[in-house]
C-alpha cells in the first residue's frame, strides 16, 4: 500500500481558499487514481473528486464544482486540493484516498475501492 499525509487544512472565512496537499510514500503514486473525500460533524465520508494517473481526467463533485480543483504533481508524489469560494458547508475533515483500479466513476466514487487512507486535514469555514 502506499503512505498518505495530508496537509494545509485551517480555519478560514467564507469566501477564502486553502490548498490541500497529500504526499504519497511506499509504492508507485503513478499507479494510483487519487481521490479527496470529506466527512462532515454527524455525516457520512462523501466523495469530493478524483484524479486519473497521469492526472489528464478529473471529476468533482456537484456539491463541489467550479470551486475545487484536484491536481496531481506525480514527479514529487503529491495530489492538491485546492478549494475557492469556500462555504461554511465545506467544513470538514478531508482525506486522501489511493485507487489501485481503472479511472471511471463506479470505481472512483466509491470509498471501498480505495486501498489507502490519509489521517485527515481539518477543513473548517467561518460565517
Known amino acids: 500500500q502506499v503512505h498518505l499525509v495530508e496537509s494545509g487544512g485551517g480555519l478560514v472565512q467564507a469566501g477564502e481558499s486553502l490548498k490541500l496537499s497529500c504526499a504519497a510514500s511506499?509504492?508507485?503514486?503513478?499507479?494510483?487514481?487519487m481521490g479527496w473525500f470529506r466527512q462532515a460533524p454527524g455525516k457520512e465520508r462523501e466523495f469530493a473528486a478524483a484524479i486519473s494517473r497521469s492526472g489528464g481526467s478529473t471529476s468533482s463533485a456537484d456539491s463541489v464544482k467550479g470551486r475545487f480543483t484536484i491536481s496531481r504533481d506525480n514527479a514529487k508524489n503529491t495530489v492538491y486540493l485546492q478549494m475557492n469560494s469556500l462555504k461554511p458547508e465545506d467544513t470538514a475533515v478531508y482525506y486522501c484516498a489511493a485507487n489501485p483500479g481503472a479511472y471511471y466513476k463506479d470505481n472512483y466514487y466509491d470509498a471501498s475501492s480505495y486501498e489507502s487512507w490519509g489521517q485527515g486535514t481539518q477543513v473548517t469555514v467561518s460565517s
Open positions: 511506499g509504492r508507485t503514486f503513478s499507479n494510483y487514481v
